[in-house]
């Protein structure tokens, strides 16, 4: 096997991973816009706050410690404990539905009704009122994050020795494929978190209930289903898959500003897939994944490099030029 | 009192049909207009033509051209920062190239290129609609970014990479470059601004400003009552983008002097540009003006208060201005969707009537 070929498919397998990432970000906004047709800018800015939360809540670090000091003149940063991973899961995932709910009640739910675009540009100021109490919660400086659930078994980090031995003895090379732990990680969790939410949807009340109202909300009301508890309950598991989308990407890139940035990495992948369909999520989130890592790989070194910053809004807009619903998208009809 | 059309009779057509046509509105204007002109020239100093009036002139004609494409024809555009970006380099090769052309020809061809590069980037509107497109534009944001900065022509193959605005004269006064006199510079772009807000309102109040609002209102309606989608959205979007190109320029050649396009031009400028006329009013003219104005005053307020006053570190500043501006968005878009445009309207209203409202 030549060798450029063996280095393709590394491409590909990486980009597969990424993908997979860009994929988790993209869930989110589709569980929301599916529910309430709210496209959801803040998605990312949700997966930095519940990262930062997470790691504040982990280190012991106390909220607001910044405002604080410099109204107060004091000096307090931390509580002096430092809080169990699963703990910490658990009360962000607290934070994250008190989040879901102050969205839904100060600002959604006076907003029922509004044309689409006037929803989506609530969402960019949520964006970035977001931001602001992040950082001003837990500060702005990059984070370190890690998960560990016992001693010594935290997410598994760096080059995964046993492909790489595999792959440079299949195809006869010298050396092997280099992909990270922690993809590979973030790959089976990202099939578990689907799964668990298929089956969430499928098998559950609430998720009878959620379908209904992505369905046809008035229809969804009529027969007695309350329309604030399910935007409420999509919200908050919303902001669940921004948490674990914040901790793979965390862990991956520590925590920072540049977070938010992947929700608009986010955007072509929903283009291509469907702003209504999980599995286009999916499916938009590995093309997009693949198709720019290769794109940098055979036609980055030509024209300069840096390919990615822009490849995947161009291929989702040459894209949607000829199928402007998406991949799996619903067809759209427009009527006078 | 003052503000009533009472006694004010149009005895002409052009005199029923223009911009003001109530005598109060139209002597404030003339007001506002000679105090902009005769009056602050004389007082302007270097910290307020750089922290306020500056980026206020600059920012309003791109709230305008913003709000020309958004407000009146109802094509979100998330690129903004990109299209400045346009201008600013075209302005800066022709600056370079042709350096005996005064410069105001130079900031009005690059508002041209800019209006050709923002047609090439408005076509995919037509088949692409709501925030499909608004995520499209993202794509010329990111890929016009990207191409300033790994294209070496466009910034003459200097090591750093910045484009510098060399020294440029109107009148044998230098109005861009490090020689330059507040008054110069404000002048300069008032100019720039007044122009445009005419521009923009005679455009909006016409056939083809009408045609825009009719996309804006239901496109498919529009198009079964003769309205051509593909010529009133390519014309916003070539209006829209010559406004912005020259905002860019101006930008650029006047206000910072020297640019590195993904730190000024990033997709951040896009936001500010639409948190904008959010805050001023979509389908305003005096709202972009009013957004301007508010967004450029609000950081300086913060600054003078949160800084020098309490003495708060300038980060928590910072993070305290992102929480009110998305509070802001939050708010206006809850209470008055049509932004501080809608209030003034209310204002002049209650004006009419008063002090006997009944």
Request: with cysteine; aromatic share 14%; hydrophobic share 55%.
């Amino acid at each position: 096997m030549p060798e450029q070929m063996f280095f393709a498919m590394e491409v590909i397998l990486n980009g597969l991973m990424a993908g997979v990432l860009y994929a988790l970000v993209a869930l989110g906004f589709v569980l929301i816009f599916k529910a309430s047709g709210i496209f959801n800018f803040a998605q990312g800015v949700m997966a930095l706050f519940a990262a930062m939360t997470f790691v504040g809540i982990q280190n012991g670090q106390v909220p607001f410690s910044h405002l604080i000091n410099a109204v107060f003149g004091t000096h307090i940063h931390y509580f002096g404990w430092e809080v169990h991973s699963i703990l910490a899961i658990i009360l962000t995932i607290g934070v994250m539905i008190l989040l879901a709910w102050a969205v839904q009640a100060f600002v959604f739910r006076h907003l029922v009704g509004q044309e689409p675009i006037i929803l989506f540009m609530a969402t960019i100021g949520l964006a970035y009122l977001l931001e602001g109490v992040a950082d001003l919660m837990w500060g702005s400086e990059i984070k370190k994050l890690d998960v560990c659930l016992a001693e010594g078994t935290c997410l598994p980090q760096g080059m995964n020795l046993a492909f790489d031995e595999f792959s440079a003895r299949v195809f006869d090379q010298p050396f092997g494929m280099f992909i990270d732990n922690l993809d590979i990680t973030a790959t089976i969790i990202a099939i578990l978190l689907v799964t668990a939410l298929v089956m969430f949807s499928q098998y559950t009340k609430q998720g009878r209930a959620m379908r209904a109202v992505a369905d046809d909300h008035q229809a969804a009301l009529s027969v007695g289903v309350s329309l604030n508890y399910i935007w409420i309950l999509v919200w908050s598991v919303a902001g669940f898959v921004a948490l674990v989308a914040g901790i793979m990407w965390g862990a991956k890139s520590g925590v920072q500003f540049s977070l938010s940035l992947i929700a608009l990495k986010a955007l072509p992948v929903l283009m291509l897939g469907g702003f209504t369909s999980i599995p286009g999520a999916i499916v938009g989130g590995l093309i997009i994944g693949v198709g720019e890592k290769l794109f940098e790989f055979a036609i980055g070194p030509m024209i300069g490099g840096a390919t990615e910053n822009w490849f995947a809004y161009v291929l989702a807009l040459i894209f949607l030029v000829f199928r402007p619903q998406g991949l799996f998208g619903e067809k759209i009809i427009e009527r006078v | 009192m003052f503000y009533r059309e009472a006694g004010d009779f149009s005895t002409t057509y052009p005199q029923d049909s223009q911009t003001f046509p109530i005598r109060f509105d139209r002597y404030r204007y003339y007001v506002v207009l000679a105090v902009a002109l005769l009056v602050l020239p004389f007082v302007m100093t270097d910290y307020l033509v750089n922290s306020i009036f500056l980026p206020f002139l600059i920012y309003a004609i791109a709230a305008i051209g913003l709000n020309i494409l958004t407000g009146y024809c109802g094509q979100v555009s998330l690129g903004t920062g990109g299209f400045m970006a346009v201008g600013a380099y075209a302005c800066y090769k022709l600056m370079t190239a042709f350096p005996d052309v005064n410069i105001f020809f130079h900031v009005i061809l690059a508002g041209g290129i800019t209006a050709l590069v923002g047609t090439a980037f408005g076509l995919p509107s037509l088949r692409i609609k709501g925030f499909y497109l608004a995520v499209a534009t993202l794509a010329a944001q990111f890929f016009l970014v990207w191409l300033f900065n790994k294209v070496s022509w466009f910034y003459n193959y200097s090591a750093s990479g910045q484009i510098n605005a060399p020294e440029r004269t109107v009148f044998g006064v230098p109005v861009t470059g490090a020689n330059t006199d507040a008054w110069a510079t404000y002048l300069f772009c008032l100019v720039f601004t007044v122009g445009a807000a005419l521009l923009a309102r005679n455009l909006t109040r016409g056939a083809v400003g009408r045609q825009w609002m009719a996309i804006r209102d239901m496109d498919i309606a529009a198009e079964i009552i003769g309205v051509n989608p593909l010529k009133a959205k390519l014309t916003a979007f070539a209006v829209s983008s010559f406004f912005v190109g020259v905002s860019g320029a101006l930008f650029f050649a006047v206000y910072l002097g020297a640019v590195e396009v993904g730190e000024v031009f990033g997709i951040t400028k896009s936001f500010l540009v639409l948190f904008m006329i959010i805050i001023g009013g979509l389908g305003s003219i005096f709202g972009s003006f009013a957004g301007a104005a508010f967004l450029v005053v609000l950081p300086v307020v913060l600054k003078i208060v949160g800084v020098d006053m309490l003495g708060w570190p300038t980060d928590i500043v910072a993070h305290f201005q992102l929480v009110i501006v998305g509070a802001l968005i939050i708010v206006f878009l809850r209470y008055e969707p049509h932004g501080i445009a809608q209030l003034w309207r209310v204002a002049k209203e209650k004006l009419r009537l008063w002090p006997f409202p009944h």
